[in-house]
C-alpha cells in the first residue's frame, strides 16, 4: 500500500518517501523496540523538512508507537497513525517473504501474531480493514485524510 500512497501523493504535487530500514534487526522485543525508535527518528527529520514519511512497519507494541507520536508532537511535527487491520489467515496468504510459514515451522521466534502478541492502537487516525478493502480504497481514504 506504501507504493500506491506515495504515487498518489506525487500525483497530487506531495513530497513523500518511503522509509526501509534496519535489515541487521531480528523479531525479540528489544529488537522491534529499537526498529520502531530508528523509524520514528528518521521520519521526524523528513517530516522535519516537509516531507511526507510513509513509514510502513509491523510495529506491535502500543508503547512503541506511543513514543514516536510523543516525539512528534513535542516537536510539534504532524504524526498520522494509520491501522493497517487484515486478518492473520489473509496476512499469511499475502506473505512474500514467506515469514509466517517459517515462523510456523518454528524457524523464526518472536513473531508478531504467532508466538508474540499485537497490541492493536486503541484510537488510531485512519483505520484500515484491508482484507476488506480494495487498494484504491484504501489509498483515497488517507488522501481525504490528508
Known sequence: ??????SALYEHGKLAYRL??????GFSTEDRTENIRRIGEIAKLFVDSDTIALSSFISPYRADRDKVCQRHD???LDFIEVF???SL??????DPKGLYKKAR?????HFTG??????????P???LHTDQMTLDKEVAIIIHYL
Open 1 to 6: 500500500m506504501a507504493v500506491a500512497l506515495e
Open 89 to 94: 489467515e489473509e496476512t499469511e496468504k499475502r
Open 105 to 109: 515451522a518454528g524457524e523464526i521466534k
Open 84 to 86: 493497517v487491520d487484515c
Open 114 to 123: 504467532i508466538d508474540d502478541p499485537y497490541e492493536a492502537p486503541e484510537n
Open 125 to 127: 487516525d485512519i483505520h
Open 74 to 76: 513535542g516537536a510539534s
Open 20 to 25: 526501509g530500514i534496519n535489515k541487521n534487526l
